[in-house]
């Protein structure tokens, strides 16, 4: 099993920042993506940001420029660091980690999920 624990959430005011991490753990032989998927009240779930093995990195339209993902191997986390926040960037923030579990088993992690407000 591979569990994902994700924190940074928040309320914060319109061009206000906030930095989330997800730090996984568990039965993980490699990491090949994390990412960050977000869903409002309503609305499907949407890609955020993804962030691979050799660090290439995959952003949503609406977050380019605003947003930075970045990943620490060493401790299988990853971090969501938003800028210019915006009403519409409320939602809450789904973290995904796909890899393998041993050389033959793949796995595909969600997180619980952590709210991000963006309000006056």
């Known amino acids: 099993q591979v569990q994902l624990v994700e924190s940074g959430g928040g309320l914060v005011q319109p061009g206000g920042s906030l930095r989330l991490s997800c730090a996984a753990s568990?039965?993980?032989?490699?990491?090949?993506?994390m990412g960050w998927y977000r869903q409002a009240p309503g609305k499907e779930r949407e890609l955020v940001a993804t962030v691979t093995s050799g660090s290439g990195t995959n952003y949503a339209d609406s977050v380019k420029g605003r947003f930075t993902i970045s990943r620490d191997a060493a401790k299988n986390t990853a971090y969501l660091e938003m800028n210019s926040l915006k009403p519409e960037d409320t939602a809450a923030y789904f973290c995904?980690?796909?890899?393998?579990?041993?050389?033959?088993?793949?796995?595909?992690?969600w997180g619980q999920g952590t709210q991000v407000t963006v309000s006056s």
């Open positions: 995904n980690v796909q890899g393998y579990r041993d050389p033959f088993f793949r796995f595909s992690s």
């Open positions: 568990g039965s993980i032989f490699r990491i090949d993506v």
